[in-house]
């Protein structure tokens, strides 16, 4: 069925120290895995994606990295800041219909202590 | 060029009411997504338009309903509202569907009495 896993559901980092979110996904056909971040009473906004033809994608202190045989990707922060604090969620393209969807992974509160 | 505008940003209604909710995709985008999202339950998908029809449809009741209109905009209605229903209704626009980019409205805050 159509599912993304995410985890943990919170995290808390001391400033300085690096941040991990792993997510599942079920459908093996998945192509498109985006990562989406909501800071408080704010719209979600894209922060990185990777397609599953690249196994790493890096921007600046961000990373994704995309393990298609085990069907997990993970999203590294580091150097972490307080203005990293929010809410992350991942998101895989599902097949759904004959067209790709995006299903969203359950999110992860990223709490950076200064 | 302009974002994606939800309207309107509060709601507050009455149990057993209906509401309907506005989504002004970015233009040039087509598809239109609705997603609920409440506390600890992340982003539920609620359905998906492109090009004036349902491509995608999440698993919620009957009650929950949408439309695009020739020009990209959206409308989702809920019908006899419950208590449940009381969320953050965001929609979000990209230029083909699952495979792009989504851009997020602000969302409509609906609260359920």
């Known amino acids: 069925g159509e599912n993304v896993e995410q985890h943990p559901s919170t995290l808390s980092v001391q400033e300085g120290d690096s941040a991990v979110i792993k997510c599942t996904y079920s459908?093996?056909?998945?192509?498109?895995f985006p990562w989406y971040k909501q800071e408080l009473g704010k719209r979600p906004q894209l922060i990185i994606d990777?397609?599953?033809?690249?196994g790493e994608k890096k921007d600046q202190r961000i990373a994704v990295t995309l393990n298609k045989t085990a069907k997990h990707f993970s999203l590294h922060i580091t150097e972490t800041q307080p203005e990293d604090s929010a809410v992350y969620f991942c998101?895989?393209?599902?097949?759904?219909?004959?067209?790709?969807?995006?299903?969203f992974g359950i999110g992860t509160k990223l709490q950076v202590i200064p | 060029k302009a974002g994606v505008t939800q309207t309107p940003r509060y709601l507050i209604k009455t149990r057993g009411q209906q509401v309907t909710l506005s989504c002004s995709p970015i233009?040039?985008?087509?598809?239109v997504s609705w997603y609920q999202q409440t506390p600890g339950q992340g982003l539920q998908f609620l359905f998906e338009?492109?090009?004036?029809?349902?491509?995608n449809k999440g698993n919620f009741p009957g009650r929950f309903s949408g439309r695009q209109f020739s020009n990209s905009r959206s409308e989702m209605n809920v019908s006899t509202l419950e208590l449940g229903d009381s969320a953050l209704y965001l929609c979000?626009?990209?230029?083909?569907?699952?495979?792009?980019?989504?851009?997020f409205g602000q969302g409509t805050r609906l609260t359920v009495v």
């Open positions: 979000a626009s990209s230029f083909d569907g699952g495979n792009t980019e989504a851009f």
């Open positions: 233009s040039g985008h087509r598809s």
């Open positions: 998101a895989a393209s599902i097949r759904s219909g004959g067209y790709q969807k995006v299903t």
């Open positions: 338009y492109f090009s004036e029809t349902q491509r």
């Open positions: 459908d093996s056909a998945s192509n498109y």
């Open positions: 990777i397609r599953s033809n690249v």
